[in-house]
């Protein structure tokens, strides 16, 4: 069973004093906690953050004047779990005026269109080493070579991910510059435009050197082009999160032999994610649902 005999004899034991009750998950939390702030001493220190605005050192020293001894870190502790951390989330009344982040929602296909780059090594001939391990005489082989300047380089993954139905189109090409950006994007427009999504209002990138590129520029005239803030991928997090999908379900989750048989395969890869994957975001249909055209030649799924 994979599994330790105490291991196997307390869940027994558990299932034979309380049934199948006894076999839900129980909390970690100890069942006394003598060392434990006690819950008015909490409300205390809430109560003078919202009234005086005091920090955290400033309410363990008013806290010491009324015989409550308590560090500043545990004051500070008690700050971060009420939401009260930061002055500016607390309201000149004392309410809280903290936000949600607001939510980057497209409304309706091509609305918001993400592109980003995904760098990834080039499989050597007869595969790397995830295929045949650190210390096979395959990998040491890879490495003498790279020793001997004969690097195997890297393969430049472009996407581009409608924010509406998820749709997604990739290339695997051997750089990052605009006018290889520039070629993918008009490829891009044209498997976008099969499938009933005839322009793109607004394209969202990180700051690459290419996505600010002169040509690339040019090639967007008429479509919105936003740029997201600096060092904040999460602003286009539609295709970063199609990235991590990328690589756990297409990029490593089998050995390749060679490159080229990852570039085949990701053709088929393209397909099986728009057409037979299930996400999320579609309402757990494949992203090619929500559109209202598709296309005819559906090729098997990729396993």
Same mark, same amino acid.
């Given at each position: 069973?994979?599994?330790?005999?105490?291991?196997?004899?307390?869940?027994?034991?558990?299932?034979?004093?309380?049934?199948?009750?006894?076999?839900?998950?129980?909390?970690?939390?100890?069942?006394?906690?003598?060392?434990?702030?006690?819950?008015?001493?909490?409300?205390?220190?809430?109560?003078?953050?919202?009234? =005086?605005?005091?920090? #955290?050192?400033?309410?363990?020293?008013?806290?010491? #004047?009324?015989?409550?001894k308590i560090s500043v870190r545990t004051v500070s502790r008690h700050l971060v779990r009420l939401g009260?951390?930061?002055? =500016? +989330?607390?309201? @000149?009344?004392?309410? /809280?005026?903290?936000?949600?982040?607001?939510?980057?929602?497209?409304?309706? @296909?091509?609305?918001?269109?993400?592109? /980003?780059?995904?760098?990834v090594g080039r499989i050597p001939d007869?595969?790397?080493?995830?295929?045949?391990? =650190?210390?096979?005489?395959?990998?040491k082989k890879v490495d003498r070579g790279k020793k001997r300047g004969t690097r195997t380089g890297y393969v430049y993954l472009h996407s581009v991910v409608d924010g509406f139905s998820r749709l997604a189109y990739t290339e695997a090409l051997t750089d990052e510059k605009g006018v290889t950006a520039v070629g993918f994007i008009n490829r891009a427009k044209a498997f976008f435009a099969a499938h009933g999504i005839a322009r793109f209002t607004r394209v969202v990138t990180d700051n690459g050197p290419c996505y600010r590129s002169a040509v +690339?520029?040019?090639?967007? #005239?008429?479509?919105?082009?936003? +740029?997201?803030?600096?060092?904040?991928p999460r602003h286009n997090g539609k295709v970063e999160r199609y990235n991590r999908i990328l690589a756990e379900e297409f990029l490593y989750a089998r050995g390749w032999t060679s490159e080229s048989q990852r570039s085949e395969a990701l053709a088929v890869w393209n397909v099986h994610y728009n057409y037979h994957r299930p996400h999320t975001a579609a309402g757990n249909r494949p992203p090619a649902t929500r559109l209202h055209a598709g296309v005819t030649n559906v090729m098997a799924s990729y396993s």
């Open positions: 069973m994979g599994i330790s005999r105490a291991c196997a004899s307390k869940w027994v034991n558990r299932y034979r004093q309380s049934g199948e009750h006894g076999l839900l998950d129980r909390s970690s939390v100890p069942h006394h906690q003598p060392t434990a702030t006690p819950d008015q001493v909490v409300a205390r220190i809430e109560t003078l953050r919202r009234e =005086k605005k005091w920090s #955290a050192r400033r309410i363990a020293l008013e806290l010491a #004047a009324e015989g409550i009260l951390n930061r002055r =500016k +989330f607390i309201d @000149p009344t004392g309410a /809280d005026n903290r936000k949600p982040p607001a939510m980057i929602v497209a409304r309706y @296909p091509g609305h918001m269109v993400h592109v /980003d780059i995904k760098k007869g595969g790397g080493w995830r295929m045949h391990g =650190k210390g096979s005489d395959h990998a +690339f520029v040019r090639t967007l #005239a008429g479509t919105r082009h936003q +740029f997201i803030r600096r060092y904040t």
